[in-house]
């Protein structure tokens, strides 16, 4: 029985996880977005200290919007997989539309669930590179012999 | 400084705006100016050649972008098509067979009103969702057939057994629509690490008849070969030691 490992239930622990991992994304990557248009907009001779100074101020908050996304990401990810004890991509699409829409809710109605059509799609998007990688990497399970014994 | 800098600024608007303006009047200006007509139309011609070859490969470079994305898109799309929502995508026989286990009687009493499906174990930390074994092929009898295997227990109440679900569906060679062979649950006990029975969800009458006409076969033959070898039960298949009976 190598393939029911019951006792790995990643749930609470992962959206700790995502989270900090969301952080670190948008922190390296805004902050080095921010490093390369804080330079740019610098007189010469100050391009540096300048491209430091908007690193500093701007990188933390877009590494912050990142954490707020993949927090409640995971948060509704880890809900959705409690409410229908099914683990399918279905559920990160949910979650990924119920995101979307929270996170847009002050714009009323409309903005919301644009943004979680928005949301959904991004994640379907996703989950379908990750369901072609694993297609195209993957290899096939060697042979089962199906048949049930009937008596 | 600032004044220089000024009509530099404004012989480049200048220039612009005489660019936009009807090649015809463009012609007239620079026939004004250099008093050479006939120059100045071969000299433009020569240069939209050049222009053309440069405009058709950056047209062609455009193209290739765009269709090379178009193209990774459609494949995205399709593929979530194919698991989600095709009638023999991976995901959605999974959900439909995890419901017909659940709604089974003999699977409440094992498990309990709660039963939690998953694939195989992963291996990779940032796996979303575990991957269900599955596979795709075209049986002995020509029919496009996916068996998965998938298993359930009962993670809310820690109850100590575990199945192992089995599916299998094929595709009718008559109406061209996929319909299941069967739904079967191998029930092991955890605690007692011991094999806890079948628990048959759904076979198929079809199916079923199947099995015993292979089963009827293969009681039928001369030799016991038990699945070692490809034994036919011919008379040469007696001069191997593996398949003389116990």
């Not at chain 1, 979650?95 to 979680?116: C, D, E, F, Y």
């Not at chain 2, 050479?36 to 062609?60: E, I, L, P, W």
């Not at chain 2, 036919?232 to 593996?242: E, H, I, T, V």
Request: proline letters at 4%; one cysteine or more.
């Amino acid at each position: 029985m190598r393939g029911a490992d019951v006792s790995r239930d990643p749930c609470p622990w992962v959206i700790l996880n995502d989270a900090g991992g969301a952080f670190a994304m948008g922190a390296i990557g805004g902050g080095t977005w921010h490093y390369i248009k804080g330079a740019r907009n610098s007189p010469y001779g100050e391009r540096f200290r300048g491209g430091m100074n908007a690193m500093r101020s701007r990188g933390p908050i877009i590494g912050g919007n990142f954490a707020v996304w993949g927090g409640m990401f995971s948060t509704f990810e880890c809900v959705l997989k409690g409410i229908r004890q099914k683990e399918d991509p279905w559920n990160s699409i949910g979650s990924g539309a119920i995101t979307g829409g929270m996170l847009a809710a002050r714009g009323g109605w409309k903005a919301a669930s644009v943004s979680a059509v928005f949301g959904g799609v991004l994640l379907a998007l996703i989950e379908g590179v990750g369901i072609a990688m694993s297609r195209a990497f993957a290899q096939q399970p060697p042979a089962i012999a199906p048949p049930p014994a009937q008596q | 400084m600032n004044s220089l800098a000024f009509r530099a600024a404004v012989s480049r608007v200048q220039q612009r705006h005489l660019r936009r303006q009807t090649p015809a009047a463009v012609c007239s200006l620079s026939q004004t100016r250099s008093h050479a007509g006939g120059r100045v139309h071969g000299t433009r011609s020569y240069s939209t050649a050049g222009g053309r070859g440069r405009q058709m490969a950056g047209t062609a470079g455009n193209v290739l972008l765009v269709g090379s994305v178009v193209t990774l898109f459609g494949y995205i799309m399709y593929t979530l098509y194919d698991n989600l929502l095709a009638e023999n995508g991976v995901t959605r026989v999974y959900n439909e067979s995890l419901d017909l286990v659940r709604a089974n009687p003999q699977i409440r009493e094992i498990f309990g009103p709660s039963v939690m499906g998953f694939g195989e174990p992963s291996h990779g930390q940032r796996q979303r969702q575990r991957a269900i074994s599955h596979r795709e092929f075209e049986d002995d009898k020509g029919r496009q057939r996916l068996t998965m295997k998938y298993y359930v227990a009962n993670k809310k109440d820690g109850g100590d057994h575990t199945g192992v679900v089995r599916v299998d569906i094929a595709k009718s060679a008559f109406t061209g629509k996929w319909d299941y062979n069967y739904v079967v649950v191998d029930v092991f006990d955890t605690a007692n690490s011991r094999n806890a029975g079948r628990v048959e969800v759904l076979v198929t009458d079809e199916f079923a008849k199947e099995v015993r006409a292979s089963e009827q076969t293969r009681r039928n033959r001369r030799f016991d070969v038990g699945g070692r070898g490809g034994s036919d039960g011919s008379w040469f298949s007696a001069l191997n030691p593996s398949n003389w009976r116990k």
